[in-house]
């Protein structure tokens, strides 16, 4: 039995319950969890932004410690410091031989087949799913060894968890796929947990201009600490106007971070001719939005970013030397740690603005901040 966060049918807010595990396939490994970060993909579970299964166990960006592993896991051994990260690449499809998992088309090889027994069950017996095949709100998550990325006994576990998700895929966006180069001028639309990462990776990248927008004073702060050169608080200004002002008639890349067709398109009209805007923001599936044709003849582009292209078992290493080395903040991007039990208000709390990550923690004496 495990403690676990669990969203029921016609609800928005998650119960902790006790589940029960399955014994392990040959390819997976049960992970105590120790941390879990709080994600807005998860909150679009709970918003309907996205529909998924019920019951559902949400979290995706978690660290732990390796129980248990399958018959046929070698990589991995119990004791083992681990992260995970919902891209897992099968290994054996064209894309993931081309090193791009985020492409990934045989995702269903790291999942259980319909006709075997759910990983994990509800006490009264209802087979949950896990968000995004990881299911991280949970004292336990069995999961396939392709989603779990290895990490050094020095990497706190609260840190160790945002590197699953909103570090890979901010600094993904800059590093894999927009491919900033020293210079280059940037706009952030949203600089939450993932879009702060987007601010820092552009920093490292050695952008000349940074500019961070957000309706959140906190949040532009926060940016500001971590390279952002220009704020644009989007509840004063127009954000559009006030980026082509800053920029001197648009930036070379825009990051849309928050899943809004208002921004992408705030995003696609803040970037200079030629140029790209990026939407990492998730949206609802059948959202849709319209594109000045204008803009079509000024050359912009406009890119869909999934995870930041990363193939996690490269670059999570890297960014973990890079903390080390004091060249990645980590520490500024958990603004509260809080138990489980506290779950609703973490997420509570990261759908007002308030937080730049909060990160659930399984151990009591590690969720002081
Ligand atoms: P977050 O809630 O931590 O941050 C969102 C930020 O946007 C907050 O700081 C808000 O204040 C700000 N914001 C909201 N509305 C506006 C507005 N109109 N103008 C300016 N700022 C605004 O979320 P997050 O960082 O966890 O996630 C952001 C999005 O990225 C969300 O849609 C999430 O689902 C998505 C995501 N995508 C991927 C991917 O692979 N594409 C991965 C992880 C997260
Ligand atoms: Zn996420």
Not at 60 to 85: I, K, R, W, Y
Not at 134 to 147: A, Q, S, Y
Not at 265 to 280: D, E, I, K, P, S
Request: charged share 20%.
């Amino acid at each position: 039995m495990a403690r676990a966060a669990v969203l029921h049918e016609g609800t928005d807010v998650l119960t902790i319950e006790e589940i029960t595990s399955s014994p392990l396939r040959p390819r997976e490994v049960r992970v105590r969890t120790k941390a879990c970060g709080l994600c807005h993909s998860d909150y679009h579970v709970i918003d309907g932004t996205l529909v998924r299964p019920r019951p559902h166990v949400l979290g995706h960006e978690a660290a732990g410690v390796v129980e248990e592993v399958g018959s046929q896991v070698t990589a991995f051994a119990p004791g083992d410091h681990v992260v995970t990260c919902l891209v897992m690449g099968c290994g054996d499809c064209k894309q993931c031989a081309q090193g791009q998992p985020t492409l990934c088309a045989g995702a269903g090889a790291t999942k259980r087949a319909e006709a075997e027994p759910p990983r994990q069950r509800t006490a009264s017996g209802q087979p949950i799913t896990p968000f995004a095949n990881v299911g991280g709100l949970t004292e336990e998550i069995v999961i396939d060894e392709r989603g779990l990325v290895v990490i050094g006994d020095d990497v706190p576990m609260h840190l160790a968890a945002i590197l699953g998700c909103a570090v890979v895929t901010g600094l993904g966006a800059v590093f894999n796929v927009a491919q900033v180069q020293p210079g280059d001028t940037v706009a952030v639309i949203g600089c939450g947990g993932v879009g702060l990462n987007v601010v820092q990776g552009a920093r490292i990248a050695g952008a000349s201009q940074i500019i961070a927008v957000d309706l959140s004073a906190a949040k532009l702060e926060a940016s500001y600490a971590v390279g952002a050169t220009d704020l644009v608080d989007g509840s004063q200004v127009d954000a559009v106007a006030e980026v082509l002002r800053l920029s001197g008639g648009g930036v070379d890349h825009a990051f849309e971070v928050i899943g809004r067709p208002a921004t992408a398109q705030q995003a696609l009209a803040m970037c200079a001719n030629g140029r790209t805007a990026y939407v990492v923001g998730v949206m609802s599936d059948d959202a849709e939005f319209t594109v000045r044709a204008e803009y079509t003849k000024r050359g912009k582009s406009l890119r869909g970013v999934q995870m930041g292209s990363t193939r996690p078992r490269v670059d999570i290493p890297r960014y973990v030397e890079m903390w080390r080395r004091g060249q990645l903040d980590l520490d500024g991007m958990v603004s509260r740690r809080l138990p489980l039990d506290e779950v609703n208000d973490g997420f509570r709390a990261m759908a007002a603005g308030e937080v730049n990550r909060a990160v659930v923690m399984f151990d009591r004496t590690e969720e002081a901040p």
